[in-house]
């Protein structure tokens, strides 16, 4: 037995020196980074905060004994907000609060971002004196004018920076992943495409977009499937075309030219201020927030795959599956894609943390995010109209300082360990 | 060279033409009527008044050229009005083009509109009794609600309960009850006659240049900003007044960013691994992640408090200090400085350090690559003072980059002012841009967003330009 465990460690050990591939490689670099494998560790534990903000900091009990029968409230919530349950006679519009219980178990920070305590407001500072049960039920953060928890505001806080940079970051990541795969892979002359094809492309755009228009007040996703349907249609009557002699002559399509001035004209926009006006002119939405942020960012990502592309395409591995003949698009996605991401990390973790920053930046100013939400940049804002409440001024933007601080760290350990010539 | 400055420039052309069709088709479509906010709002009880009203209301549509299609062509389907753009109400448009994309047939559903306008006309014209005058009440409301339903079911509910109220007035002269079954059948025939498969046609609608784009655009170009919804000031009289102190401020912390940043990151890079770069680049580091409003607010909160400490003044630029030092002691060039400097010290501390950051930190990157170099070596080894081998061989290869970096630091400095600006009170570009926001004051957002993008792209052609200019090996005109 002990014989055999020992073997099992020496193959795993032996693994792990063959263990010679790219990303392996990339690991071990970034593994050697304290500062930024530290941060790494921070984001996934702020992660963590973001993901169980309902279980950290909550207006119910984890767990109740009321009226003889034992409760999950906050789990509860959730089984309500996905429609699968209703909430008992007793529990409808109640104060949690104020229930008897014979025995519950409260969240760390008993009070959620909305919850407001008029006995504790307005500006309660964290020592002060509070009109509180027990310590249990302290603002350890003070709270603002509407009695709002500070505390248990930044902790649901953390849920809306990470969704903003995550989803923003990943709108963008498809974005620039199309651009910079299809002009750093195809370049000027590499796409060849039968005159037909490319009429029929173009003039069916317009049509998909039109349909896309058409059908998007019924539902998002049906109007995508009808848009994909029209191409489809005219990329098979664009197949008949190919019969005729003049449409069936191949062309090059400069598909990098079109890309790379497409990405010099959204470089030139100045990101901040139209982010803002769109923002600002429409009802506060975080969504509008996020799919503008995504609009705006991705340039940074479509440039790196598309140096990152050329090397690659270029590589011998990648001639072999054009010589066995493999379609183009397979071999972009399958074996070119795979070897030009690493850099796309990078743009990806600063990528998060301006867009957190944006987002701070938006709420600061009172735009973008529905106001009730208590996010860090909002918190922030509260401190000015009322100087003598410092804690408002003090955590929120500690909050954002770190997380920003965190991602662009992690970014730095992963320009390092990825490619050091890109750190200028 | 003058090649390629004038590809830059035509690259300009496209992106301005993004740039300020994006910003006002976001005024166009943006929730909000800019028309009923800018006029007083009209009466509601008496007729005459509603009358005026919707007169005023008209008269300051047509000024803002509201009647004009808004774009050079629509793409539109063949249910579709072109020249829906000239019915006035917002609300209207809305329900008819919903309309459109329920029934699909345009000529019964104006038909509709110009009979429920007609019916609407008879009800307020009149002239109930005492007895029923709350069903005549009932009767203008949802008349007037009929405007805003274009669901079948909601159409017909409403139409309803119009017969009900009908019923209850003493109409001897049959006025209403006709007109209500004159508009009954015509929505029956918007109804009967529904071709929705148009609204799957595709249709270009063509407009040529009188459409409200084109007229902003060109009058645009020719410095005619218009005039400000909010206070009806001409925009370009509101910039004269604004933008002294947003460039004053960027201009004197473009040259402290320059002045500090260049020595700081030449110094952490000769001294590269020590303590003291070892502090410099964590600090610098920090300060780089630092949200400017953040440190915009502990300064308002710690130092600008007499809670706290109360070393500066709060906000504005220091007029009103001035002022008041020169009625009482009279007029003293070195004392307004003074109080200015007072004023702008803090707000010009959270302008400079981001862009003071990202540049040293730039340039301590450049001037490591450049020490690694041959030619580096070369010099040490010729013997020469390392004083001289730091700034005549190493700086001014590794200046390159940092020249570039005025390109981003432009367009980030005005972009950082909107926050700082509003956290200061400054009378700045940034904070009429935000004021302009909070009161949907869309002239004022074209006009400054617009200046800002050109203001950017005039950054980094002159980036481009000094870069030419600096190093020699860079020709662009046979660049790939």
Redesign the interface.
């Known amino acids: 037995m002990l014989f055999k465990k020992k073997n099992k460690k020496e193959d795993s050990q032996e693994k792990k020196e063959l263990e010679q591939g790219y990303w392996p490689y990339v690991r071990r670099q970034f593994k050697k980074n304290k500062r930024a494998l530290f941060s790494l560790y921070f984001v996934i534990f702020l992660a963590f905060i973001a993901v169980f903000a309902d279980f950290i900091a909550n207006d119910k009990p984890f767990m109740c004994q009321y009226k003889g029968s034992f409760y999950f409230p906050i789990f509860k919530e959730y089984a309500v907000a996905a429609g699968v349950s209703n909430w008992q006679e007793d529990f409808r519009n109640v104060n949690w609060y104020d229930l008897k219980y014979d025995m519950s178990i409260w969240p760390p920070i008993p009070y959620k971002n909305t919850t407001m305590d008029q006995d504790n407001a307005p500006f309660v500072a964290p020592f002060a004196k509070q009109k509180i049960k027990s310590n249990r039920w302290r603002h350890w953060f003070g709270t603002n004018k509407l009695g709002n928890d500070v505390f248990a505001c930044m902790i649901h806080g953390t849920r809306i920076a990470f969704l903003v940079g995550i989803v923003s970051m990943g709108i963008a990541l498809i974005i620039g992943l199309f651009f910079g795969s299809i002009s750093g892979f195809f370049g000027d002359d590499r796409l060849q495409l039968s005159r037909g094809k490319v009429i029929m492309n173009i003039l069916f755009f317009?049509?998909a977009l039109?349909?896309f228009s058409?059908f998007f007040?019924i539902s998002f996703f049906l109007a995508i499937l009808v848009a994909i349907v029209v191409m489809v249609i005219g990329n098979l009557i664009a197949k008949l075309l190919d019969y005729v002699p003049y449409l069936k002559d191949k062309i090059s399509v400069p598909v990098d030219i079109i890309v790379t001035?497409f990405i010099?004209?959204v470089v030139?926009?100045?990101?901040?201020?139209?982010v803002?006006?769109?923002v600002?002119?429409?009802?506060p939405s975080i969504f509008l927030v996020m799919g503008v942020i995504g609009a705006v960012r991705w340039t940074g990502i479509a440039r790196f795959i598309r140096a990152e592309l050329l090397r690659v395409r270029s590589l011998e591995y990648i001639e072999a599956a054009q010589v066995l003949g493999y379609p183009k698009w397979y071999i972009l996605f399958k074996h070119a894609l795979p070897n030009a991401l690493a850099p796309v990390f990078i743009a990806v973790a600063f990528g998060i943390?301006a867009a957190i920053?944006i987002e701070?930046?938006l709420s600061?100013?009172?735009?973008g995010i529905p106001i009730e939400l208590n996010t860090w940049g909002q918190l922030?804002t509260q401190?000015?109209q009322a100087?003598?409440a410092?804690w408002l001024?003090?955590f929120p933007?500690l909050a954002?300082?770190v997380t920003?601080?965190l991602f662009?760290?992690i970014g730095e350990g992963l320009t390092d360990a990825i490619d050091p010539r890109l750190?200028? | 060279m003058f090649r390629y400055i004038l590809k830059r420039i035509l690259?300009?052309i496209?992106?301005l033409f993004?740039?300020s069709f994006?910003?006002f088709m976001?005024?166009v479509y943006?929730?909000?009527d800019p028309v009923a906010n800018m006029i007083s709002s009209p009466g509601e009880e008496s007729a005459t008044d509603r009358m005026a009203g919707e007169k005023e209301y008209i008269k300051k549509w047509k000024e803002l050229n509201m009647d004009l299609p808004v774009f050079y062509f629509t793409?539109s389907?063949l249910a579709d009005c072109d020249t829906l753009h000239k019915i006035y109400r917002k609300a209207h448009r809305e329900t008819l083009s919903a309309l459109t994309?329920e029934h699909g047939n345009w000529n019964q559903i104006s038909n509709y509109y110009e009979e429920l306008k007609k019916y609407e006309k008879k009800v307020l014209a009149f002239e109930a009794d005492s007895a029923s005058l709350k069903s005549w009440g009932r009767l203008r409301d949802y008349a007037a609600n009929l405007y805003l339903k274009s669901k079948p079911k909601d159409v017909d509910n409403n139409i309803k309960r119009l017969e009900k109220y009908t019923d209850k007035i003493n109409d001897s002269l049959n006025i209403l009850t006709t007109s209500l079954a004159q508009l009954k059948a015509s929505y029956d025939g918007v109804v009967s006659q529904s071709t929705s498969w148009k609204?799957?046609v595709?249709a270009i609608n063509w407009y040529g240049l009188k459409n409200r784009y084109h007229i902003w655009i060109t009058r645009f170009l020719q410095f005619d900003f218009g005039i400000s919804y909010q206070d009806k000031m001409p925009i370009a009289l509101k910039i004269k007044d604004n933008i002294f102190w947003t460039m004053l401020i960027s201009i004197i912390s473009i040259i402290l960013t320059y002045i500090f940043a260049i020595p700081l990151g030449v110094f952490s890079a000769v001294k590269k691994g020590t303590v003291a770069d070892n502090v410099t680049t964590t600090i610098l580091?920090?300060l780089?992640?630092?949200?400017s409003?953040?440190i915009a607010?502990?300064f308002?909160?710690?130092l600008?408090?007499p809670?706290?400490i109360q070393l500066f003044p709060t906000n504005g630029v220091g007029s009103e200090a001035i002022e008041r030092a020169t009625e009482l002691h009279g007029p003293s060039f070195f004392r307004d400085l003074g109080i200015r400097i007072h004023h702008l010290i803090l707000p010009l501390i959270c302008w400079t350090y981001g862009s003071l950051a990202f540049l040293s930190r730039?340039m301590r990157?450049?001037m490591l690559?450049v020490l690694k170099q041959d030619y580096i070596r070369t010099a040490r080894a010729k013997g020469l003072p390392e004083n001289k081998v730091i700034w005549k061989h190493g700086f001014r290869n590794s200046l390159l980059?940092i020249i570039t970096l005025f390109a981003n630091i432009f367009?980030l400095m005005?972009?950082g002012s909107?926050?700082i600006e509003?956290?200061f009170s400054i009378p700045g570009m940034g904070r009429m841009?935000?004021e302009g926001?909070?009161s949907?004051d869309?002239p004022v957002?074209f006009t400054?967003?617009m200046m800002?993008?050109i203001l950017?792209?005039i950054g980094?052609l002159i980036a481009d330009i000094l870069y030419a200019f600096v190093d020699p090996r860079i020709t662009y005109t046979n660049k790939k």
Do not use: H
């Open positions: 317009p049509l039109f349909y058409r007040s001035r010099e004209i030139s926009v100045p990101v901040l201020i139209l803002l006006s769109v600002a002119v429409f009802p943390a920053l701070s930046f600061f100013l009172g735009f922030l401190s000015r100087p003598d410092w001024a003090i933007g954002i300082f920003v601080t662009n760290l750190k200028q | 690259i300009f496209p992106t993004i740039i994006v910003i976001l005024g943006a929730p909000g793409i389907s994309s609204n799957y595709p580091f920090m780089y992640s630092l949200p409003f953040w607010t502990l308002l909160i710690f600008c408090n809670e706290y730039q990157g450049g690559g980059p367009p005005i972009s909107v926050v509003v956290i841009l935000v926001m909070t949907q869309f957002i400054i967003v800002v993008a950017t792209m980094y």
